[in-house]
Nanobody, 115 residues
Framework: QVQLVESGGGLVQPGGSLRLSCAASLRYFSMYTMGWYRQAPGKERELVAEISGGGSDNYVDSVWGRFTISRDNNKKTVFLQMNNLKPEDTAVYFC?????????WGQGTQVTVSS
C-alpha cells in the first residue's frame, strides 16, 4: 500500500516560483530519507535535494540558494520550494523515499520553465 503522490508541477516563467508536494503513505515515514530527483529529456536523472528524517538537507550545486527541501513528519509530506526558476530546471521531478533496503518512487510531476 506504499504510495508517493506528487503535486504542484506546472508551467512557470523564468524567475518564477513553484512548490512541489509529495504525500507518502510510508508506515515509518520519519525514518526515511526523502529526496527530489529530476530528469530532463536526453539527460541523466539527478538528485536535486535530499532531507533526512532528522532534518539534515543537501542540494545539488545548481540549485543552491534557490531551492529548499522540507518535511512534515506528522503529515508524512515532503516539499520542494523552488524559487528563481530557470529554463534548465525544466524536467520531470520525482519524489523518493529510502530507508535500509526500501526504496520508493513517485510517479513524477512535470515542471516547465519557459517564457
Amino acid at each position: 500500500q506504499v504510495q508517493l503522490v506528487e503535486s504542484g508541477g506546472g508551467l512557470v516563467q523564468p524567475g518564477g516560483s513553484l512548490r512541489l508536494s509529495c504525500a507518502a503513505s510510508l508506515r515509518y515515514f520519519s525514518m526515511y530519507t526523502m529526496g527530489w530527483y529530476r530528469q530532463a529529456p536526453g539527460k541523466e536523472r539527478e538528485l536535486v535535494a535530499e532531507i533526512s528524517g532528522g532534518g539534515s538537507d543537501n542540494y545539488v550545486d545548481s540549485v543552491w540558494g534557490r531551492f529548499t527541501i522540507s518535511r512534515d513528519n506528522n503529515k508524512k509530506t515532503v516539499f520542494l520550494q523552488m524559487n528563481n526558476l530557470k529554463p534548465e530546471d525544466t524536467a520531470v521531478y520525482f519524489c523518493n523515499g529510502r530507508y535500509d533496503v526500501h526504496n520508493y518512487w513517485g510517479q513524477g510531476t512535470q515542471v516547465t520553465v519557459s517564457s
